[in-house]
């Protein structure tokens, strides 16, 4: 079993920055994908990013592209999401997850995080 503890979320200012980290605790494996999606007020969960497990592919969806980047460092079996030019829009909660597919925007991910939220004020 593999637990992702997710933190780094809170309060900013549109224009802002904030780093999220996902920690992967547990029966852990670098082969994993792993990725974070957000699911804002009344709207379904949605994909944001993932990384391969070897960290060399990543992938993102269009609204966040040049905004955000994804990365890992597998010593720390820990994953990030770098966030800047936050905008009101991104404002949600955001999850960590983990998988065997390298394809997390098609295929639903082995693990959840509990999620950490994001707000992004005017």
């Known amino acids: 079993q593999v637990q992702l503890v997710e933190s780094g979320g809170g309060l900013v200012q549109a224009g802002g920055s904030l780093r999220l980290s996902c920690a992967a605790v547990?029966?852990?494996?670098?082969?994993?994908?792993m990725g974070w999606f957000r699911q804002a007020p009344g709207k379904e969960r949605e994909f944001v990013a993932a990384?391969?497990?070897?960290?060399?592919?990543?992938h993102y969806t269009d609204s966040v592209k040049g905004r955000f980047t994804v990365s890992r460092v597998n010593a720390k079996n820990t994953v990030y999401l770098q966030m800047n030019s936050l905008k009101p829009e991104d404002t949600a909660i955001y999850y960590c997850a983990a998988g065997f597919s390298p394809s997390m925007w098609k295929d639903e991910p082995d693990y959840w995080g509990q999620g950490t939220q994001v707000t992004v004020s005017e």
């Open positions: 990384i391969s497990g070897g960290g060399g592919s990543t």
């Open positions: 547990g029966r852990t494996r670098s082969t994993y994908a």
